[in-house]
C-alpha cells in the first residue's frame, strides 16, 4: 500500500521543517506540501528539499479547501493528512499501512510534551440518532482511496470542524476507524500553555452547520449545541470570577455563541438540501478544479 502524505500550511515554515524533517525519517512513499499563502519563505524552504514530491500553492486560508487540493495531487492508495505542527514517530507509515487495509480511516494518538510529563488523547465515539460517530484528529488521519472518494474529500462550506463533520460523513457511509497506538506524532505545547482565543462565532456556526447537515431538523441538533453552549459559558463564567476575563467578555462570548449557532443551523439546512446523497457534501472535492495557483511537481 503506498501512502500519500498531504500536509496543509500557512506561516508555520521553522515547526513545517521540523515535521517534514520526521516524515523524511519514516519514508513514506509521497509527501504534499499545499501552502497558502504563507509569507514567511515556506515556498521557498519546501522547494529547496528533495524528500517533498509535490508543492501545491493555494490563495485561500481554509484548511478544507488545502487537504482537497493535496488529494487532487496525491497518487498513494491511502491518503494521510498532517498538521505542520507535529512529527511523525518511528512507524507512523507503517502503522497507516497495517491497519488501514481493515478500516475505512485510521488515527492514532497525539503526544503532547509538557512540564509536567506527556499527554496523550485516546479514542472518542458517541452515538447519534442511532449512528457511531469516531472522531479522529484531522492532523493525524488516513483514509483509503475510496473512502475519500466517497466522500468527496471535506467541506469547504467549514473554516473550521471539517473533520469532525468527515467523521459524521464516514458513519453515515457505514465506514469504520481504527486505532492504531503506533500512529503516534508528537508536538511541544504552545508557548502560551497551550491557551489560544476562540472565534466563538466560527466554533458554533461549525458545530451547527454540522449537525443540521448531518441529521436535519431533529431535536437533537439545539440540544448538542446547546449542551456545549452552556458548558463553555461556565468555563468563561469561572474565569470572570478568577479575574482571568472580564464580564463583558462573558456577554460578547454569549452573543457570538448564539449568532453563530443560528447561521450554521441555517446553512446547515440549506447544505442538507443542496447534496441528498449519504455523503452530505455541497462544497466537496469534486466541486471544483481551480484550487490550486502554482504546482511544483518533482515527479
Same mark, same amino acid.
Given at each position: 500500500?503506498?501512502? /500519500? ?16 524533517? @520526521?516524515?523524511?525519517?519514516? @519514508? ?18 519546501? &522547494? ?13 486560508? !481554509? ?58 488523547? /485516546? ?8 449512528? /457511531?460517530? *469516531? ?26 470542524? $471539517?473533520? =469532525? ?24 505545547? @504552545?508557548?502560551?500553555?497551550? +491557551? *489560544? ?5 466560527? =466554533?458554533?456556526?461549525?458545530? @451547527? ?32 470570577? $478568577? ?19 443560528? +447561521? $450554521? ?15 452530505? !457534501?455541497?462544497?466537496?472535492? /469534486? ?11 518533482? &515527479?
Amino acid at each position: 500500500m503506498d501512502v /500519500s502524505v498531504v500536509v496543509p500550511t500557512l506561516n508555520e515554515r521553522d515547526r513545517l521543517e521540523g515535521c517534514l524533517d @520526521a516524515l523524511s525519517a519514516d @519514508a513514506p512513499d509521497e509527501v504534499i506540501v499545499v501552502n497558502g499563502p504563507s509569507t514567511d519563505g515556506t515556498s521557498g524552504m519546501v &522547494r529547496d528539499r528533495d524528500d517533498v514530491d509535490v508543492l501545491v500553492e493555494i490563495d485561500g486560508r !481554509n484548511v478544507n479547501t488545502s487537504r482537497n487540493a493535496g488529494l487532487d495531487r496525491a497518487r498513494g492508495d491511502a491518503i494521510a493528512y498532517l498538521v505542520p505542527t507535529v512529527r511523525v514517530e518511528d512507524g507512523w507509515a507503517d502503522a497507516i499501512r497495517g491497519t488501514l487495509a481493515d478500516a475505512g480511516v485510521v488515527t492514532g494518538p497525539t503526544h503532547e510534551e509538557l512540564r509536567a510529563g506527556v499527554a496523550t488523547d /485516546s479514542v472518542e465515539t458517541r452515538a447519534i440518532r442511532g449512528r /457511531s460517530v *469516531t472522531y479522529f484528529n484531522g492532523g493525524n488521519a488516513a483514509f483509503s482511496r475510496e473512502v475519500l472518494e466517497d466522500l468527496d474529500g471535506f467541506d469547504e462550506n467549514l473554516e473550521t470542524g $471539517g473533520a =469532525r463533520d468527515a467523521a459524521h460523513r464516514v458513519a453515515g457511509l457505514g465506514y469504520g476507524v481504527a486505532w492504531a497506538s503506533e500512529m503516534c506524532v508528537s508536538r511541544e505545547t @504552545a508557548t502560551d500553555g497551550g +491557551r *489560544t482565543e476562540r472565534d466563538w462565532r466560527k =466554533r458554533y456556526h461549525s458545530l @451547527a452547520y454540522r449537525l443540521a447537515k448531518n441529521y436535519g431538523l431533529h431535536p437533537t441538533v439545539p440540544f448538542r449545541t446547546g449542551r456545549h453552549a452552556v458548558a463553555d459559558a461556565a468555563a468563561t463564567l469561572r474565569d470572570v470570577a $478568577g479575574g482571568e476575563a472580564r464580564p463583558t467578555t462573558w456577554l460578547g462570548n454569549g452573543r457570538d455563541v448564539l449568532l453563530g449557532a443560528t +447561521r $450554521g443551523y441555517a446553512d446547515g439546512i440549506r447544505a442538507r438540501y443542496a447534496d441528498r446523497s449519504p455523503r452530505r !457534501n455541497p462544497r466537496g472535492w /469534486s466541486n471544483r478544479t481551480d484550487r490550486a495557483v502554482a504546482v511544483y511537481d518533482k &515527479r
